[in-house]
């Protein structure tokens, strides 16, 4: 028994057609998921604000002494200087809770500690050679103490 042709367009003419689109206004809100999905794969975005304001989150004096390195699956693993490591196990329940409280939800379950002597350190930026100093000449003042103190004071400006 053979097989009737279905009704109504055969499918080469539906396929050629381009698909309808909708040419009304969309919030940003509707478009800003298709556009910070492949970002926000890798890293949450709470997690890279923990990361970035680590200081405000766990307080200065842990930050000195500790550095945020990895937020994978629940577990938070901080680099630790020296036998730190030791006493931040005994407070781990309570890192926990203001790193939680911090980000707004459940973000860390677990710490895990790694040592790491440069932890805390923050990098300060190479400082670079002044260059030769440009003299800064006033004529219009008279020769003097309060001229030449203006001369250094703008040569000393215009070295930095």
């Known amino acids: ?41 890798r890293r949450s975005p709470t997690g890279a604000r923990l990361m970035a304001c680590w200081a405000d989150a766990v307080g200065p004096a842990h930050a000195r002494l500790t550095t945020p390195q990895r937020l994978s699956a629940g577990t938070l693993t901080i680099a630790c200087a ?10 781990a329940d309570m890192l926990i809770a203001r790193i939680n409280t911090w980000c707004g939800d459940r973000l860390v379950t677990r710490l895990r500690f790694v040592q790491d002597p440069l932890a805390g350190t923050q990098k300060k930026p190479a400082r670079r050679k002044p260059g030769p100093a440009r003299p800064c000449t006033l004529p219009d003042l008279p020769e003097g103490p309060l001229r030449t103190a203006l001369e250094a004071l703008g040569t000393g400006i215009t070295q930095d």
């Open 82 to 91: 020296g036998p730190v490591a030791l006493e931040l196990q005994h407070q």
């Open 1 to 41: 028994m053979a097989k009737e042709p279905r009704a109504g367009k055969p499918k080469a003419q539906v396929q050629d057609q381009p698909p309808r689109r909708a040419m009304t206004a969309r919030s940003l809100a509707a478009l800003l998921p298709n556009v910070t999905a492949p970002a926000f794969r």
